[in-house]
């Protein structure tokens, strides 16, 4: 029995016998001569079983049983009163008192073991509950501060998504040494979207109209660019500019890129559709160019946008001023990167030769990407 437990007695004789048998037993035993001592043991070093005798001057020990039973943090202590007085009455004014077990005098060994035995697997039974207990609440806390957490941070996420790419929401909300707004260099490939006939549509056009048309233009596109996991480096009225491979590296990020400029090329027929029958002649063109670029924070306390500079932006938004309506214009490392692609993706694609660009002072190779109608 690897536990605790106290002996009170006024007479040291009977202290010693009992305190004997329970160390041979493998108890630690400590000892009190009075009620008064005994209850300042138990607040000091609580035991795990008190053996308390009833006949003592001053405190007896039905008043010391009564005293810890007023504790509630000595609520399940076992008592046993050791008593050579009546039995029957004995155990009515022990219970009464709040007792938990009766030993007679003398002692009997073998029943004091016992006794002691039963009560303290009771104790540690109960102690096991209680440490569960805590344990489960210290979980309950842990859990209830975690959903709050993640609340919050779902919270936030909600906030940035409204401004970044759910990629880049999650990487800054994550932090740490990979916090994408930190400037780093990296290869993109960016694609470039822009109307055709929007000025002119913007100076017939009331405004409520311009604005309701855009934001047709701007859910289907933005629906494809988030289906396609593009993040959106930013829209200025009708032009809008993507790129691949960053915050969040892509394997395939060409071959993305295109796909969701071949449907966003298809989507525009059904758009387009809809605008003619209203009166306006808008269409879409695209450019997809492949690069290594600066990505990170720009801007000021108060304002930052994430941006990407290089010149394959330049290229990209260059490529896309040359595309007609309907057309994808792609780069020479797109075209190059596409050469491993089934022959069955969707598109076909046809060299056009050398473009002069502004803002370029050699010439640049480009092809056209025709889409395919599905199932064609």
Known sequence: MNAHVLVVDDVDKNVRLLADV???????????????????????????????????????GYDVCRAIRADP??????????????????????????????????????ELL?????????????????????????????????????????????QL???????????????????????????ITVVFLDLRGFTAFTETADPEEV???LAQYHAAMGRLVLDHEGTLER???????????????????????????????????ALSGQWRRRGYDLHMGVGIAQGFATLGGIGFDGRIDYGAIGTVTNLAARLCAEAAGGEILISQRVQGALQDLPLDAGWSIQEIGEL????????????????QEPGG
């Open 22 to 60: 329970l160390t041979a037993r493998g108890c630690r035993v400590s000892t009190a001569a009075s009620g008064e001592e005994a209850l300042a043991r138990i607040a000091a070093d609580p035991p795990d079983l008190v053996l308390l005798d009833v006949m003592m001057p001053g405190m007896n």
């Open 73 to 110: 943090a000595l609520a399940v202590l076992p008592v046993v009163l050791v008593t050579a007085l009546d039995p029957e009455q004995e155990r009515v004014n022990g219970l009464n008192a709040g007792a938990d077990d009766f030993l007679g005098k003398p002692i009997h060994q073998a």
């Open 114 to 158: 016992a006794r002691v035995r039963s009560l303290l697997r009771v104790k540690a039974l109960y102690d096991e509950v209680q440490r569960q207990r805590t344990e489960l609440q210290a979980w309950n806390s842990t859990l209830e501060q975690r959903v709050a957490e993640s609340v919050t941070q779902l919270e936030r996420v909600g």
């Open 161 to 187: 998504k409204r401004f970044f790419s759910p990629q880049l929401a999650e990487a800054i909300l994550a932090g740490g040494a990979d916090d994408p707004l930190r400037s780093h260099r990296r290869e």
């Open 211 to 213: 604005m309701a048309v």
């Open 235 to 269: 829209f200025s009225g009708d032009g809008m500019m993507i790129f691949f491979n960053d915050p969040q590296p892509v394997a395939d990020a060409p071959a993305r890129a295109l796909r969701m400029a071949v449907q966003m090329q298809r989507e525009m027929v």
């Open 356 to 371: 002069e660009l502004k803002g370029f002072h050699r010439k640049v190779a480009a092809w056209r990407v025709t889409a």
